[in-house]
């Protein structure tokens, strides 16, 4: 088939209506890239915009606190209205990442995480974030771009069944097998960066705001990754959006060519401050569930699961996993909604296991994890070169049923057993265990140094991180008369 004529059987988005995100976008770069003729309608970049939202939330996660998501949508907003009329609805929204990240997804949907939100010092600072990113989603840099993907991907073992359980775990997280964990973004050319730095200080300045700020927001955030790591550029944030002092420059230069007629904030330094006070900070959020070594706790629905030693663990809104290293089994798990008992729905497995892969259970036993009923399936599925053991586990607590799905070599039969049955209610102690970083807000006293206050209000940061954190030039400068952010360990509980 000629090249023309395969585009323009392509190109619809209706024939694009049901391609996974991450394939969409390979195909959108392929077919920018190779069919000139080739429209990318804003409703198919909204169509796939939607989907990756899904991605984001099931897989990432969104950060939970209602009224710091209330400032970002105000702060969008009023960037939003200046930019006059738009084919594009913009939504905002808080990633449960650690890291200082902020992107874009095709049709308006723009993120910025938990860890960018705690290094913002200045609500201009912010706005050119925000801006930036609504810039590469105006100027359409999506649509030129191959995506790539955030997260690491699971394996595929042989055999028959196999095939029918990864399906029915693709259904648990949400996700094909081979995707899981897997976001996929766009990385951007150095040009793209620069036009998207462009065009967000002038639409920082219509809104008016200090165009200038977006270098000291990138600034502060390189600082910040490289006290935490020692290295320059290590954070997912770089990875998309590269910092160096030539961009700096351009900043400052295109910063110096534009009018601003300086509006009052939404919220000057204080106010913002209590909007970020109390935010989770540590690399893990409690609201999502720990890991303590290789045990989950999770304080919001009860319960713990040790998974096998030096096996990777990896935890979602949707499921918390767990594989081998050399991709040998796999474990995860998370609620299920299936309607009716738990004996009920290990019936219809059975039944499905049968009617699709022509196989029975190798044992199917009730019993009890911890104090809580369960029934599991286990089948050895002997078409491949070697036996791969696959394992069905359904869990009543007394608030939630639980799905736990595991597929593995035999070998690891022992090791999928011992970790599905530790599932079980937290005790007194593990539930006063889980906590974090959270982030608090204090008052400098009169000549104290930001080393002093560290040690008085028992900071989790060093003195170069929270003078970093908290846009002074070093730790030595004058910290009087202002707010100063600090973290602090804090236990988790469900009410929080």
């Known amino acids: 088939m000629q090249l023309k004529q395969m585009c323009q059987r392509i190109a619809t988005s209706e024939q694009l209506r049901h391609i996974p995100v991450a394939p969409a976008i390979l195909l959108i770069a392929a077919m920018v890239s190779g069919c000139a003729t080739t429209v990318i309608t804003p409703e198919l970049e909204e169509e ?99 995506g790539r993907s955030v997260g690491a991907g699971l394996f595929t073992l042989p055999g028959k069944a196999v095939g029918v359980v990864s399906q029915d775990l693709g259904n648990l997280i949400n996700a094909p097998v081979e995707a899981a964990g897997q976001v996929y973004l766009s990385s951007f050319s150095r040009g793209q960066e620069s036009e998207a730095d462009a065009y967000g200080m002038r639409l920082a300045a219509n809104a008016g705001y200090n165009p200038m700020a977006l270098a000291d927001a990138l600034s502060g955030i390189e600082r910040t990754v490289e006290a935490l790591t020692g290295k320059k550029h290590e954070a997912s944030f770089f990875d998309s959006h590269p910092t160096t002092p030539t961009r700096v420059a351009d900043i400052s230069r295109e910063s110096a060519t534009l009018t601003v007629t300086p509006s009052p904030p939404i919220a000057d330094q204080r106010q913002l401050y209590a909007h970020l006070d109390g935010m989770w900070v540590g690399v893990q959020n409690p609201q999502q569930g720990v890991f303590a070594g290789q045990t989950y706790l999770n304080a919001d629905l009860d319960f713990s699961i040790t998974f096998p030693d030096k096996w990777e663990t990896m935890n979602t809104p949707r499921f918390v996993a767990a594989a081998d290293p050399d991709g040998g089994a796999y474990l995860a798990l998370g609620g299920s909604d299936t309607p009716g008992s738990v004996t009920e729905i290990i019936e219809g497995m059975v039944q499905k296991m049968r009617d699709d892969a022509g196989i029975e259970p190798a044992e199917r036993r009730t019993l ?129």
């Open 368 to 496: 009890s994890v911890g104090s809580w009923p369960a029934e599991v399936l286990r089948y050895d599925d002997n078409s491949g070169d070697k036996t791969v053991s696959l394992y069905y586990m359904l869990v009543q607590s007394p608030r939630d049923k639980f799905m736990l799905v595991a597929m593995g070599f035999a070998e690891f039969r022992d090791a999928l057993g011992e970790s599905a049955l530790s599932l079980r209610p937290l005790t007194a102690v593990q539930r006063n265990s889980v906590g974090g970083l959270r982030l608090r807000v204090t008052q400098a006293g009169k000549g104290e140094s930001l080393t002093a206050l560290g040690q008085r209000v028992g900071t989790q940061w060093p003195p170069e991180l929270a003078a970093a954190i908290n846009g002074l030039v070093s730790k030595n400068a004058p910290v009087a008369d202002r707010p100063v952010k600090f973290s602090r360990v804090e236990r988790f509980t469900p009410s929080q």
């Open 48 to 146: 796939l915009g939607n989907e990756m939202s899904v991605q984001v939330r099931e897989q990432i996660g969104l950060y939970a606190d209602a009224d710091l998501d209330d400032y970002l949508q105000r702060v969008g907003s009023r960037l939003v209205a200046s930019l006059g009329p738009t084919q594009y609805t913009f939504r905002f929204a808080i990633v449960d990442q650690f890291e200082p990240n902020a992107f874009a997804s095709p049709g308006g949907f723009i993120y910025v995480s938990r860890g960018l939100l705690a290094q913002m010092n200045d609500e201009a600072e912010l706005a050119g974030v925000l801006a930036h990113e609504i810039s590469h989603v105006t100027r359409r840099h999506h649509a030129r771009q191959i």
